[in-house]
């Protein structure tokens, strides 16, 4: 099965920008995106459903605010939308797809902000979606957690660590709460499977003529519980596929 992720950044922008042949072209079974910035009664038939897609959407009470959705070929078992805390799903930030025993979520982690200004909101989020894949996972499901976490976990991460380490998504506890995660019994699917190879990156800010340099953040992941890091066939970083600040993120597991 291929699962990809992908901070679009506004899905009205990436549709003017070719998304929907992309998704047509992607090869995806499941596509987690994320910063859809739109409402359910604002989408266009053309988003909902494509020729070879349907989907399910998870909006912000705050119009044109964050926000998620999951495309697929095959109808889940079912799907749950935010992780049952009123605090983080009124922003809209998580969706959850269930396959048999496999649950895949797409989750747009918080931005901690200049100053550290959402840091304490971000990590209870954090928190919020340990507990959840913990739960989860008593209840006999293996974990397939996709999508924009927000933080470049190690310097390799990103283009510039000395120079972001007091930067949002580069803070200490940031990167020791991504350390915990994987601790507790969490893998990333693009170490596990290229080790330390450098310049990887799924994020380039518009300035400074960023993306062409390189000059990016690895924030992007395709995590897997432990127990089934075994059936880890392919991770990549899609630098090449345009339409966003972000680009796509793909993991292909044997389920």
């Known amino acids: 099965m291929k699962i990809v992720t992908w901070n679009v950044n506004g899905i009205r922008a990436a549709r003017e920008k070719g998304f929907i042949d ?3 072209s992607s090869d995806a079974d499941v596509l ?23 989907s399910s959407w998870f909006s912000a009470q705050k119009k044109g605010y964050s926000s998620v959705a999951v495309y697929f070929r ?11 805390v009123s605090d983080y799903d009124i922003e809209g930030r998580s969706i959850t797809a269930f396959y048999g025993k496999i649950a895949m979520i797409g989750a747009y982690f918080p931005n901690s902000q200049e100053l550290g200004a959402r ?6 989020f954090n ?6 894949c913990n739960q989860l996972q008593k209840e006999g499901y293996s974990i397939v957690l996709t999508g924009d976490f927000n933080v470049a976990h190690k310097p390799i991460d990103l ?3 000395s120079e972001n380490e007091k930067n949002a998504g580069y803070l200490p506890e940031e990167r020791e709460w991504m350390s915990y995660f994987l601790d507790s019994g969490y ?12 310049a990887q990156y799924s994020w380039w800010t518009f300035r400074a003529n960023a993306r062409a340099r390189n000059v990016g953040w690895r924030i992007d992941y395709t995590n897997v519980s432990q127990d089934i890091s075994d059936q ?9 596929v345009m339409g966003s600040d972000h680009c796509p993120v793909s993991l292909v597991i044997t389920l």
Not at 74 to 84: A, M, N, Q, V, Y
Not at 232 to 240: F, G, P, R
Request: contains cysteine; proline residues 7%; aromatic residues 10%.
């Open 22 to 24: 992309w998704l047509e």
């Open 119 to 124: 840091l304490k909101y971000k990590l209870g």
């Open 232 to 240: 880890i066939k392919a991770c990549d970083i899609h630098q090449n």
């Open 187 to 198: 893998v990333d699917s693009f170490r596990y499977l290229h080790g330390d190879i450098p």
């Open 32 to 54: 987690f995106i994320q910063e859809t910035k739109i409402q359910e009664n604002q989408l266009p038939d053309e988003l909902i459903k494509t020729p070879t897609y349907y």
């Open 74 to 84: 095959e109808t889940p078992d079912r799907i749950e939308k935010g992780l049952g």
């Open 127 to 132: 928190e919020s979606m340990l507990l959840y």
């Open 159 to 161: 283009a510039r660590p």
